[in-house]
């Protein structure tokens, strides 16, 4: 329940008192600044409370901006100011300063928000019109203005993210947002259309898992349905500020588990066929997976470095001014628009090797493309880079035991930057996994783990420290892949599937607790499921002392036991109530 304080005299033909009902609140009227004083007093300390000047013009939708948007806990527009149950003690402290200055005169909102001694949301209205006109003449001209805009038109419009891929942007959002409109207006809520659209994906792998040409038609139209959906709970979520902690992280992990759920749907599709695809399949989950963890390292990096541009960032911009190359860069990236697009029209047309295969060739350009790029803005740029940002980069990292013993034990002299330390313990690492020697990987993951230690012995502030992460996801999934296949057994594969998609969820559930300023996952948690080290070594210790079937069930036993730890762990976080809420308005994922 929320409440709204009308204050000062009433305004004939005023429609505000009954736009605020329709958005929710219960209204109350207050003639000066004490008496709106007494009534903010009076509001029960868990609810929302509105200061509205009763001068108030403007659009429905200009409320709605202003005083509903649950993720910030105190917001402003001209003539209006809410505060969410944590804003309220600010809002209290100013509305008290003004009593005791103007005492029993009428109270002017817009300098209350003035006195607000915390931060305060002040959302872009654009074409919207919020104003409180001081005599008729301004009045009929602010009301003239208010019909002259079209704000159901406008919400629509802002429904639509304003950064999104060329697929997206021309082929769903022109219809989807009419669909989250529909959504809205039946009462459905953002968490039951992303719940649709991951029921839909399933249900799409299911028929890719049928290894029939209608199958994977089946498949192709229903990942698109399923793409049109997840669209469309971001529109629904935007276009009626419905914004959640839950919804925050179902949105965040269920795009990634239809991608690879799918994924595995076409491994065993092309398995009944008889063509056993599953090292392709596990290959291209380990791909984007990378190649996400390269975007949020390097973000994470760079949002709050200092002196932090650089010649590439700036011809980067001036092709940004170019509209065409604007929609090129963004395709090239292959974003999940595009991406779902084409896993669609290959499943339906052809196989699920050639569709793999496609896909596996597209990730790993437009990886390379993302990467060499970032890696020339960082070398031409002067950042200083936080202790935040190397706390952060230090969590994405996701050393365990073994490691942070060696970073704490280990006093040598450093023997280079902490990326090329890392660099050269994967090396080891891969050079080990291909040496066709039993016990070599064994001896290349102790290698890795003394590296990974050292690598994060000192603060991730070098240049080109963000690759850190990035670098030991690759190796720790890569290890898991090659000594998997090597298995040669049937099944070892599908294990190796499941345990990377558990660790991956792991690594995705880190990256949204930093993006939430929540900090990563408890310390238990890292050392419970051994670290992205200790895994590794574990991994390679598994499969020289076993034999191939047995290594097979010691993955798949691994596999169930970090995906039950890290999902309790998480469900836990995410419905509780000091969950940050945390929606992705930026690069298309």
């Given at each position: 329940?929320?409440?709204?304080?009308?204050?000062?005299?009433?305004?004939?033909?005023?429609?505000?008192e009954s736009d605020l009902r329709a958005?929710?609140?219960?209204?109350?009227?207050?003639?000066?600044?004490?008496?709106?004083?007494?009534?903010?007093?009076?509001?029960?300390?868990?609810?929302?409370?509105?200061?509205?000047?009763?001068?108030?013009?403007?659009?429905?939708?200009?409320?709605?901006?202003?005083?509903?948007?649950?993720?910030?806990?105190?917001?402003?527009?001209?003539?209006?100011?809410?505060?969410?149950?944590?804003?309220?003690?600010?809002?209290?402290?100013?509305?008290?300063?003004?009593?005791?200055?103007?005492?029993?005169?009428?109270?002017?909102?817009?300098?209350?928000?003035?006195?607000?001694?915390?931060?305060?949301?002040?959302?872009?209205?654009?074409?919207?019109?919020?104003?409180?006109?001081?005599?008729?003449?301004?009045?009929?001209?602010?009301?003239?203005?208010?019909?002259?805009?079209?704000?159901?038109?406008?919400?629509?419009?802002?429904?639509?993210?304003?950064?999104?891929?060329?697929?997206?942007?021309?082929?769903?959002?022109?219809?989807?947002?009419?669909?989250?409109?529909?959504?809205?207006?039946?009462?459905?809520?953002?968490?039951?259309?992303?719940?649709?659209?991951?029921?839909?994906?399933?249900?799409?792998?299911?028929?890719?898992?049928?290894?029939?040409?209608?199958?994977?038609?089946?498949?192709?139209?229903?990942?698109?349905?399923?793409?049109?959906?997840?669209?469309?709970?971001?529109?629904?979520?935007?276009?009626?500020?419905?914004?959640?902690?839950?919804?925050?992280?179902?949105?965040?992990?269920?795009?990634?588990?239809?991608?690879?759920?799918?994924?595995?749907?076409?491994?065993?599709?092309?398995?009944?066929?008889?063509?056993?695809?599953?090292?392709?399949?596990?290959?291209?989950?380990?791909?984007?997976?990378?190649?996400?963890?390269?975007?949020?390292?390097?973000?994470?990096?760079?949002?709050?470095?200092?002196?932090?541009?650089?010649?590439?960032?700036?011809?980067?911009?001036?092709?940004?001014?170019?509209?065409?190359?604007?929609?090129?860069?963004?395709?090239?990236?292959?974003?999940?628009?595009?991406?779902?697009?084409?896993?669609?029209?290959?499943?339906?047309?052809?196989?699920?090797?050639?569709?793999?295969?496609?896909?596996?060739?597209?990730?790993?350009?437009?990886?390379?493309?993302?990467?060499?790029?970032?890696?020339?803005?960082?070398?031409?740029?002067?950042?200083?880079?936080?202790?935040?940002?190397?706390?952060?980069?230090?969590?994405?990292?996701?050393?365990?035991?073994?490691?942070?013993?060696?970073?704490?034990?280990?006093?040598?002299?450093?023997?280079?930057?902490?990326?090329?330390?890392?660099?050269?313990?994967?090396?080891?690492?891969?050079?080990?996994?291909?040496?066709?020697v039993t016990w070599a990987p064994v001896?290349?993951?102790?290698?890795?783990?003394?590296?990974?230690?050292?690598?994060?012995?000192?603060?991730?502030?070098?240049?080109?420290?963000?690759?850190?992460?990035?670098?030991?996801?690759?190796?720790?999934?890569?290890?898991?892949?090659?000594?998997?296949?090597?298995?040669?057994v049937n099944g070892a594969l599908p294990?190796?599937?499941?345990?990377?998609?558990?660790?991956?969820?792991?690594?995705?559930?880190?990256?949204?607790?930093?993006?939430?300023?929540?900090?990563?996952?408890?310390?238990?948690?890292?050392?419970?499921?051994?670290?992205?080290?200790?895994?590794?070594?574990?991994?390679?210790?598994?499969?020289?002392?076993?034999?191939?079937?047995?290594?097979?069930?010691?993955?798949?036993?691994?596999?169930?036991?970090?995906?039950?730890?890290?999902?309790?762990?998480?469900?836990?976080?995410?419905?509780?109530?000091?969950?940050?809420?945390?929606?992705?308005?930026?690069?298309?994922?």
């Amino acid at each position: 329940m929320s409440t709204a304080i009308v204050t000062g005299p009433p305004v004939p033909g005023s429609s505000l008192e009954s736009d605020l009902r329709a958005l929710g609140f219960e209204v109350l009227t207050a003639s000066d600044t004490a008496e709106t004083e007494a009534l903010l007093t009076a509001v029960p300390a868990d609810r929302r409370v509105a200061v509205v000047d009763a001068r108030f013009v403007g659009h429905v939708h200009a409320l709605r901006l202003g005083l509903t948007d649950p993720r910030f806990p105190l917001a402003a527009i001209p003539g209006a100011v809410t505060a969410q149950p944590a804003g309220r003690p600010a809002l209290a402290r100013a509305l008290a300063r003004e009593s005791s200055a103007g005492g029993g005169t009428a109270l002017a909102v817009d300098g209350l928000v003035t006195a607000l001694d915390a931060d305060v949301h002040h959302p872009e209205l654009g074409s919207l019109v919020a104003a409180v006109p001081d005599d008729p003449q301004a009045r009929n001209e602010a009301r003239q203005a208010v019909a002259a805009v079209d704000d159901e038109a406008v919400r629509l419009k802002s429904a639509v993210k304003s950064r999104d891929g060329f697929f997206t942007t021309f082929f769903i959002s022109p219809y989807s947002r009419y669909i989250a409109r529909w959504c809205a207006r039946r009462g459905l809520t953002p968490n039951q259309v992303t719940t649709a659209s991951l029921l839909t994906a399933l249900i799409a792998a299911s028929c890719a898992a049928t290894g029939t040409r209608a199958g994977f038609v089946a498949a192709g139209v229903l990942l698109i349905c399923s793409f049109v959906l997840d669209c469309t709970d971001g529109q629904l979520a935007r276009y009626s500020l419905q914004y959640s902690t839950l919804g925050a992280w179902l949105d965040a992990t269920f795009d990634r588990a239809k991608e690879y759920a799918y994924y595995a749907g076409l491994a065993l599709g092309a398995a009944r066929g008889g063509d056993d695809v599953w090292a392709l399949a596990l290959g291209a989950m380990i791909l984007q997976t990378c190649r996400h963890v390269v975007d949020f390292s390097f973000n994470e990096a760079n949002h709050d470095a200092t002196a932090n541009t650089s010649p590439t960032a700036a011809l980067s911009g001036r092709l940004d001014s170019v509209g065409w190359t604007v929609w090129v860069r963004r395709m090239i990236v292959l974003p999940i628009g595009e991406r779902w697009a084409l896993i669609a029209v290959l499943t339906a047309a052809t196989t699920p090797r050639i569709t793999l295969y496609v896909l596996l060739v597209g990730c790993a350009f437009a990886a390379t493309y993302t990467t060499a790029g970032r890696v020339l803005r960082s070398l031409t740029r002067k950042a200083r880079r936080t202790d935040r940002a190397a706390k952060a980069l230090a969590d994405l990292a996701d050393n365990g035991p073994l490691a942070g013993f060696v970073s704490r034990t280990v006093r040598t002299a450093p023997l280079g930057s902490p990326f090329l330390v890392a660099l050269a313990g994967t090396a080891i690492l891969a050079a080990s996994l291909f040496s066709g020697v039993t016990w070599a990987p064994v001896v290349g993951a102790f290698a890795y783990t003394l590296a990974s230690g050292r690598a994060l012995a000192r603060p991730l502030k070098g240049a080109l420290d963000w690759l850190v992460p990035p670098l030991f996801r690759a190796a720790e999934y890569g290890t898991v892949l090659i000594l998997a296949s090597k298995a040669g057994v049937n099944g070892a594969l599908p294990a190796a599937f499941g345990l990377v998609a558990a660790v991956a969820y792991h690594h995705y559930d880190t990256v949204y607790r930093i993006r939430g300023d929540a900090g990563a996952p408890p310390a238990w948690l890292v050392r419970a499921i051994g670290g992205q080290e200790g895994r590794a070594l574990l991994v390679t210790v598994l499969a020289a002392v076993l034999t191939a079937a047995q290594f097979k069930v010691a993955l798949t036993v691994l596999a169930v036991a970090v995906a039950g730890l890290v999902l309790v762990e998480s469900i836990r976080f995410w419905v509780s109530a000091g969950a940050p809420a945390v929606h992705d308005e930026g690069e298309p994922a």
